[in-house]
């Protein structure tokens, strides 16, 4: 089994940073691509940024330019480093990866518990 722990979120204000981190534990032989989602109340998860284990990088149009995702594959934890924060940012965040627990086995995708963002003055 593997898991997910993201470790980061708080209470800023607007304008301000925050560095999420995921990190991935368990039964691993490789980990495949890792991302960030968010899920505001009343709403659905929506994705943000996505990196592959060759570090490259997609995001979302409406957080290109303030969000940073970056990896350590050494250590299979992923981050995700949120500037220029505005309120409508508030969610709780999610990561996700892609895993292989055996050389021969399956693909299988990991999600985190989530960790609270909030952005208020």
């Known amino acids: 089994q593997v898991q997910l722990v993201e470790s980061g979120g708080g209470l800023v204000e607007p304008g301000g940073s925050l560095r999420l981190s995921c990190a991935a534990s368990?039964?691993?032989?490789?980990?495949?691509?890792m991302g960030w989602y968010r899920q505001a109340p009343g709403n659905q998860r929506e994705w943000l940024a996505t990196?592959?284990?060759?570090?490259?990088?997609n995001y979302q149009a409406s957080v290109e330019g303030r969000f940073t995702i970056s990896r350590n594959n050494a250590k299979n934890t992923v981050y995700l480093e949120m500037n220029s924060l505005k309120p409508e940012d508030t969610a709780v965040y999610y990561c996700?990866?892609?895993?292989?627990?055996?050389?021969?086995?399956?693909?299988?995708?990991?999600w985190g518990q989530g960790t609270q963002v909030t952005v208020s003055s």
């Open positions: 990196i592959s284990s060759g570090g490259q990088e």
């Open positions: 368990g039964n691993i032989f490789k980990v495949g691509n």
């Open positions: 996700k990866a892609v895993v292989k627990s055996g050389m021969w086995d399956d693909i299988v995708e990991y």
